[in-house]
């Protein structure tokens, strides 16, 4: 016996098992059950919701005779008698479906409507439904208009279409118009469990449902086919993990991940993590699109101030949420969906996927400091902000931490007496007199024991910090000087210098040929140049830079905490200091 496909096999015979459309059952059903019946009807709506079922099931209530061959019009249509079974398996003869997109013609139209002239040949009502309607072509519209208005008694139409826009409104006027929903991906879940039931698989986790549901976007029939696929895929039963590797989805861990490391800065940890991506053969498209809807529940759960406790990711959510500036999570769910539409355009998906995160990281909220002639200020990036950098800018105020008062929702700003200066953040390679060479016209290569010849000695490099000072002063830009900052001298033999590289795309590309061409010119002469991958051992500008970087940061915190005023405000209003605000800047 050949197989029935589940979108067929489940499909509703009777109102009563409709999904997601209680609005225009309602109608229907008290319609039906008054008498209240009109000659043509409009069903909108997305593809896989119901409009062809509905037409179906309301054919078989105008015309079903009951069980005993007695009945009349009813709202809840028995399926055993003739006219429901013929219905059910497409041979009744007066009724019609039509496919507007490939019968459009007006020569089509005219027949179907000189047909309509005859009275049914054994059934109370002849009934003509018309699928995807706005394909029919204006001639065509034209000449159903006066039928469509005044048909014979015994006529009814039903129309379907996806696309009412293009429906003209002399055809909308004469239709009682039903709008059917995009169905929610609960009730989505709660259906595919009965089939599952039904079809002796046995119950399952709602998490591999809940996905199939968000998959099929509001489609009930688009549901059941996934289904149908996820059961094929895992044979049996879906699980999570089968359905999201049928679905080329992300881990909702991998999208915390990322977006911590975007957070962060850590550029290395988010190629890192684009690279087991890639290796995995996930979806960028769709790792975008996830990325997307994960940001937009972080913006809802910032709102309304909690996380959906069911959710498997409710505690990571409510962490984004809580360290996130607001502003900061709607910039990146701009970024995210600008870079989804560019995705096409990209050399490649990957490089449209890290261009979008690296497009997250360099156009982080960062407040600039106006007090100028301080040695450095403090960034305010906490969820919570008062003032504009713009607003403060123009009073000349100095940036202080975020002040939030327990229980009063609210911010309180320190006044001017608790101004400070944060020693500013070290700067890779600052110290430019000891970049050997500088001054020389031809300055030697770095590493001590200049001996220079073809048949220089192998030795490990680096350890005197020779390298991450000039990487850090090299004139590169761009993914080329990420290499430099986060790449670690391992040898050098006369000329030639090898590097490792933490992340394997930042060596690929021209960026290795720039920063040969870069060292070529500081040294004035040819230099080789070659690389591997491997983590390196914190030898690097990047590395200095960031340790640099946290010991400013601490003592930025320690002198915050220690200012009067900021423990007046702690004694007298209960405030707390957010350390997630305090940012040291460069001068």
């Known amino acids: 016996m050949s197989y029935q496909a589940l979108a067929r096999k489940w499909r509703p015979r009777e109102f009563s098992a409709l999904v997601g459309q209680d609005h225009v059952v309602r109608a229907l059903t008290h319609a039906l059950e008054t008498g209240r019946l009109h000659h043509a009807y409009l069903f909108t709506g997305t593809r896989g919701v119901g409009k062809t079922t509905i037409a179906r099931i309301l054919a078989k209530a105008l015309n079903c005779v009951g069980p005993d061959g007695q009945g009349g019009v009813t709202a809840a249509p028995c399926n055993v008698c003739a006219a429901c079974t013929a219905i059910d398996a497409g041979r009744f003869v007066d009724y019609i479906e039509m496919d507007a997109a490939s019968n459009r013609g007006v020569e089509e139209m005219t027949q179907l409507l000189e047909r309509a002239a005859y009275a049914p040949t054994n059934a109370r009502y002849k009934i003509y439904t018309i699928d995807e309607v706005h394909m029919l072509t204006n001639h065509a519209f ?42 929610p991906p609960a009730a989505i879940v709660e259906r595919l469990q009965h089939v599952l039931g039904n079809e002796g698989l046995g119950a399952t986790d709602a998490a591999p449902l809940r996905a199939l549901a ?82 937009h529940r972080i913006a809802l759960t910032q709102a309304v101030g909690s996380a959906a406790e069911d959710e498997p990711d409710a505690a990571e959510l409510a962490r984004l949420a809580g360290q996130m500036a607001k502003e900061q999570v709607q910039l990146y769910y701009q970024i995210t969906l600008h870079g989804r539409n560019d995705l096409a355009m990209a050399p490649d998906e990957y490089a449209g996927f890290t261009m979008t995160l690296l497009r997250m990281m360099v156009f982080a909220p960062e407040v600039v400091p106006a007090a100028a002639g301080k040695s450095a200020a403090l960034r305010a990036s906490g969820p919570l902000r008062t003032t504009t950098a713009g607003a403060r800018a123009d009073r000349g105020d ?16 320190a006044d001017r007496g608790a101004e400070r200066d944060v020693p500013p953040l070290p700067r890779a390679g600052a110290e430019r007199r000891d970049v050997p060479g500088r001054d020389s016209k031809t300055p030697p290569l770095p590493r001590a024991g200049e001996g220079g010849g073809e048949g220089a000695e192998k030795k490990p490099a680096g350890s005197d910090g020779s390298w991450p000072e000039l990487a850090a002063s090299l004139p590169l830009t761009g993914l080329a000087r990420e290499m430099a900052l986060r790449s670690e001298l391992v040898s050098r033999e006369g000329d030639h210098l090898h590097l490792r590289v933490p992340v394997k795309a930042l060596a690929d590309g021209g960026n290795v040929e720039r920063v040969r061409k870069a060292l070529s010119d500081r040294f004035g002469r040819a230099v080789r140049l070659t690389t591997e991958t491997g983590a390196t051992n914190g030898s690097t500008a990047q590395a200095r830079s960031d340790q640099a970087r946290a010991v400013a940061l601490q003592e930025a915190r320690a002198l915050i905490e220690g200012d009067p005023v900021v423990r007046e405000l702690r004694e007298r209003l209960g405030a707390t200091v957010d350390p997630s605000s305090i940012r040291p800047v460069k001068e």
């Open 214 to 295: 968000h998959a099929a976007r509001g489609s009930m029939r688009d549901a059941l086919s996934l289904l149908d696929q996820a059961i094929a895929y895992a044979g049996g039963v879906p699980t999570a993990d089968t359905v999201r590797q049928m679905l080329g989805a992300i881990d909702s861990s991998i999208l915390v991940q990322l977006l911590d490391a975007v957070a962060d800065g850590q550029t290395e940890r988010v190629l890192r993590l684009a690279d087991e991506m890639a290796e995995r053969g996930l979806s960028f498209s769709q790792a975008l699109r996830d990325l997307a809807a994960f940001l």
């Open 142 to 183: 034209n000449a159903m208009l006066k039928t469509l208005e005044e048909p014979p008694e015994y006529v009814k139409f039903i129309l379907a279409t996806t696309d009412p826009q293009k429906i003209p409104v002399t055809v909308l006027s004469r239709c009682l118009q039903f709008s059917l929903k995009q169905v």
């Open 398 to 413: 100095p940036l202080t931490p975020t002040l939030s008062p327990e229980g009063r929702g609210g911010n309180t700003r």
